[in-house]
């Protein structure tokens, strides 16, 4: 029992599964699971016992138990004591000012990573103001490889997502001239299919390895459909750079994905087994998102937060390329408008940071949520702050084939102008050999050179 | 003079609706994409959020010789309707009880309950909702399958019309709803066929047509595709995942399972 008195009032909350509901900032999706604080008091003071909890406390009472879940498991026997030790003894509260604090170094919080559990910086998340999240998250550099470098401190990197409602070549092609031309595209190349068949699959993986060797392009590619598809892709010979699969925090969720822990392993092993990474062998990419699991009966009672940031512990085993939240796709039943997408967005790129991974965000909304894109530039300037490893880069921010919105290829020359934000060094060096930029970075003029330019007149033609 | 950069690769655009080859201004997009997008935008957000007025859709199903029913969620507003699409998917009491009345004055139950939802769209409703009945319409005279009064639903989600069809006793329910909007299709309308309505039953279990609208899939082709799933649920008596739908072989002319079966 976890007991506060605040503002005359005592609080008592069972058990610290309810505590972390309780103490979560608003959001739509708590109150639909019924888990949220029922008063604005009530959250403060949910907050407040939370601060003195002993971060220890977290591995001795779990909030789905050990036995009904492959994740709570994973993340138990997977726990680093050594690395936990130097904040072992501190609270929750004592946690937040330690991390905000000069002692606590990017190299420090880096090394705590194995130490910390999804349910220790969720708790932390949830005493924390946005900026403190930025700023917290700014010290936890991730850097990961596979044909460039991603996650270098003052840089940022974007998919280019050139999607198409038919799968349509040519206009999956006139999409990727267009983001490359923007100086899009080092994160990856990445499709949402329409498709899920492994002929359609195999040919867009063709078509953009083709790209990618013809051009030089220091960057990786990959079609977004499920593990097993992706596995028998590689069986039968197409050239996969990337494996990717929508994970959540609970066996339950994974499960409503058709995805387990061993799905994964097989899936990391087989990328890894045709060896075409050319600096690093990061080759896995994770989609995740807040709600996933209440949307799938699947939360046990937990708030949609503390769930996602279980899904990084499940991330975090497999060494991903890339792990992108989708933060305001999910809709508006989890996250009404762009306070909480914004809110939710900080969250969960922190709280992977801090657990060693290499956050991105698709910053989005869906048209029947309270947002727009003018709540999109205020999330991709705080991430861009506190140093996103990556975003989307979508044609006029206009998806066409998930009917959503998200960040434009000319959003990305935005936090890059307005924060001097670089590219992936390999994938910025290539920009200015083609002549897309300049030496400092920016879009050059359109010069007749151009090899993009000349195959996007042979498209055309 | 404009100090906008054009794309040279506008061109490209025919192949795609994607919202390429936009030139910008510095970082920024020019000036006329920005607005375009703030229209969409706003066409997307009014469909979603403006009440459906249902008076011309009552008059015109009535011209088809149809009578309809106005039922009601338990959703108490739109803003409620948003946060809580459990509410969606149920009846509001006062139509619950309506419904009963209803199905207590017919003497034979219906073979079909259609239940019109204003969704996340009531745009794509009001677009699309008489021509595809009028292309309906011939199907159901054709085959002979009896019809409940139309139902015309405020605030609902597609698993309204399991409440409904389960209290009417129909044996199969079609829900016609207005879509999620996306930015360049603020207007369209899905069909949901359930078979043996019933509360609780999974979203596995139902047949989706989507994307009707003027510039999607056809009222034509739409209504095909009903009646087509419609007669082999009545048939096989099931509708979900177990039954793909194959009426492709139909249009292609290569015989489809029901002229084999």
């Not at chain 1, 406390?57 to 879940?69: S, V």
């Not at chain 2, 909007?181 to 309308?189: K, N």
């Not at chain 2, 995942?241 to 489809?256: A, H, R, W, Y």
Request: hydrophobic letters at 45%; glycine letters at 10%.
């Amino acid at each position: 029992m976890y007991r506060v008195h605040a503002g005359g009032t005592t609080y008592a909350f069972s058990s610290l599964k309810e505590l972390l509901a309780k103490a979560t900032p608003h959001r739509s999706g708590d109150v639909l699971a019924g888990v949220a604080a029922t008063s604005a008091a009530e959250n403060v003071a949910a907050k407040m016992a939370l601060a003195d909890v002993p971060l220890k406390q977290f591995l001795n009472e779990a909030i789905i138990p050990y036995e009904d879940d492959d994740v709570t498991r994973l993340i138990i026997d997977t726990h680093d004591a050594v690395a936990f030790a130097p904040v072992a003894h501190m609270t929750v509260g004592e946690f937040r000012d330690w991390l905000l604090s000069e002692s606590a170094t990017p190299q420090k919080v880096s090394a705590l990573s194995p130490g910390l559990t999804p349910e220790m910086v969720a708790a932390v998340s949830k005493i924390m103001r946005n900026q403190d999240l930025v700023l917290g998250a700014k010290k936890a550099h991730v850097i990961t490889k596979f044909r460039n470098t991603i996650g270098l401190p003052g840089h940022m990197a974007v998919r280019l997502q050139p999607n198409h409602p038919t799968d349509d070549k040519k206009g999956i092609a006139a999409s990727i001239v267009d983001g490359l031309m923007y100086g899009c595209g080092d994160a990856v190349i990445g499709i949402n299919p329409a498709s899920d068949n492994l002929t359609a699959i195999t040919d867009l993986l063709l078509m953009m390895d083709d790209i990618i060797r013809r051009f030089e392009i220091p960057t990786q590619s990959c079609v977004l459909t499920h593990v097993t598809t992706t596995i028998d892709a590689i069986a039968k010979g197409a050239p996969v750079d990337l494996v990717f699969q929508s994970i959540g925090g609970t066996e339950g969720v994974n499960s409503s994905f058709g995805v387990t822990l061993a799905h994964l392993k097989e899936g990391r092993e087989a990328a890894l087994s045709i060896k075409r990474g050319t600096v690093g062998d990061n080759c896995m990419y994770f989609e995740t998102g807040q709600g996933s699991a209440l949307s799938a009966d699947a939360h046990h009672g937990c708030d949609q937060q503390t769930i996602e940031a279980r899904a990084y512990a499940v991330a975090r085993q497999f060494k991903p390329l890339l792990v992108n939240t989708v933060v305001g796709f999910i809709g508006p039943e989890y996250l009404y408008n762009g306070k909480e997408i914004i809110r939710a967005g900080l969250e969960d790129h922190f709280c992977g940071k801090l657990l060693g991974l290499p956050m991105g965000c698709d910053i989005c909304y869906t048209n029947h949520a309270e947002a727009d894109q003018d709540d999109m530039d205020i999330l991709l300037m705080m991430l861009g702050a506190a140093g996103v490893n990556f975003i989307m880069g979508i044609p006029g921010a206009d998806d066409i084939m998930l009917n959503y919105q998200s960040t434009s290829f000319h959003d990305a020359l935005y936090v890059r102008e307005a924060l001097g934000l670089k590219r992936a060094p390999e994938f910025e060096a290539w920009l200015a050999r083609i002549g897309v930029t300049d030496t400092t970075g920016h879009l050059a003029p359109h010069a007749s050179g151009n090899p993009l330019l000349t195959h996007a007149q042979a498209l055309a033609a | 003079m404009t100090t906008m950069t054009e794309d040279p690769w506008a061109n490209l655009k025919r192949f795609t609706d994607a919202r390429i080859g936009l030139g910008r201004s510095g970082a920024a997009m020019p000036t006329r994409e920005v607005l375009n997008f703030a229209l969409s935008h706003a066409m997307a957000r009014d469909a979603v959020t403006t009440p459906i007025d249902w008076t011309p859709i009552e008059k015109g199903l009535s011209a088809l010789g149809l009578s309809t029913l106005r039922i009601a969620s338990a959703a108490g507003d739109r803003s409620e309707y948003l946060r809580r699409p459990d509410l969606g998917r149920r009846l509001s009491d006062a139509s619950r009880e309506a419904l009963v009345r209803a199905s207590e004055i017919e003497a034979a139950k219906p073979d079909l309950v259609i239940l019109v939802g204003d969704g996340l769209s009531s745009l794509g409703v009001a677009a699309n909702t008489l021509a595809y009945m009028s292309a309906f319409m011939p199907y159901v005279v054709k085959a002979g399958w009896k019809l409940s009064p139309v139902l015309l639903a405020d605030d609902s989600r597609v698993a309204l019309g399991d409440e409904a069809g389960e209290i009417l006793g129909g044996k199969a329910v079609l829900v016609l709803i207005g879509e999620r909007p996306g930015l360049s299709s603020p207007d369209s309308l899905g069909v949901y066929l359930t078979f043996s309505p019933r509360v609780g039953i999974k979203d596995a279990d139902r047949n989706c047509i989507s994307n009707i609208r003027q510039r999607g899939l056809s009222y034509d082709e739409g209504t095909f595709k009903t009646a087509w799933l419609l007669r082999e649920a009545f048939r096989r008596g099931l509708t979900g995942v177990n039954l793909k739908d194959e009426s492709q072989f139909l249009i292609e002319g290569e015989p489809g399972p029901e002229l084999i079966g």
